[in-house]
């Protein structure tokens, strides 16, 4: 069975930094490039990066680059998403999705095999 699960949102003050973690399971990750998408309330689930299956290329949405990085651990079947100097407008659920291709897709709905997501709070 295909699952991916994320972990390490929570609250946090503006400025401060947290770590996301996507865990796959089901399927392996080697052959996957891995996103990381957010929805805020009321507003569309927005593409945040992408990491290639070999994470040798990763891309950011102008919001959040320089201050966010993607990361991955195949042997481990993981891929994390550091989050530094973050922002109230930050706040939103973040999701992990996998295309089942070894390369970052451009259209989200490329994407076939998503988590359930991870409320990340920043506020003071």
């Known amino acids: 069975q295909v699952r991916i699960v994320e972990s390490g949102g929570g609250l946090v003050q503006p400025g401060g930094s947290l770590t996301l973690s996507c865990a796959a399971s089901?399927?392996?990750?080697?052959?996957?490039?891995i996103g990381w998408f957010r929805q805020a309330p009321g507003k569309e689930r927005e593409w945040v990066s992408c990491i290639s299956s070999s994470g040798r290329s990763t891309n950011y949405a102008d919001s959040v680059k320089g201050r966010f990085t993607g990361s991955r651990d195949n042997a481990k079947n993981m891929a994390f998403l550091q989050m530094n100097s973050l922002k109230p407008e930050d706040t939103a659920v973040y999701y992990c999705a996998a295309p089942l291709s070894l390369n970052c897709p451009e259209d989200i709905h490329e994407y076939d095999y998503w988590g359930q997501g991870t409320q990340v709070t920043v506020s003071s």
């Open positions: 089901g399927f392996t990750l080697d052959y996957h490039a």
